[in-house]
């Protein structure tokens, strides 16, 4: 979404590997909705690491007691990684619980796990 953003129209990406498997790739060519959406209402896109998004399911974990996927999980990178500053109230959506237990586990045990050979 970033780069199709800046490109002012849905372009190609490549689909890489990450924690936060339905973020790791492009919105489509034919995107009609989610592009515009993102264009005429979202103030700010930022990009967070594999890292980030690790942290961020250990602290929904740990702190919350909230099973996430990592892509459920990037809004919390965001704020604990200080990407993004807070000024007021706010929301954080948790959404996707999609993730495969034994790599969930992995995570919240602090493991470094490699994304290019697991599943989720």
């Not at 800046?6 to 990450?18: C, G, Y």
């Not at 498997?21 to 592009?35: A, E, K, P, R």
């Not at 515009?36 to 998004?53: A, Y």
Request: hydrophobic share 40%.
């Amino acid at each position: 979404m970033i780069e199709s953003q800046k490109a002012r129209k849905p372009i190609l990406v490549e689909e890489l590997p990450t924690l936060a498997d339905s973020l790791g790739g492009g919105i489509g060519l034919d995107n009609q909705y989610t592009f515009q959406i993102v264009r005429d209402c979202v103030d700010e896109l930022v990009k967070v690491t594999e890292t980030d998004i690790a942290e961020a399911i250990r602290f929904a974990y740990w702190e919350e007691r909230q099973v996430i996927e990592g892509s459920g999980s990037v809004g919390i990178a965001a704020v604990i990684s200080e990407r993004v500053n807070l000024s007021g109230p706010t929301v954080l959506l948790l959404s996707g619980g999609n993730i495969d237990m034994s790599l969930h586990k992995q995570v919240i045990d602090g493991i470094n796990v490699d994304v290019t050979t697991s599943t989720s």
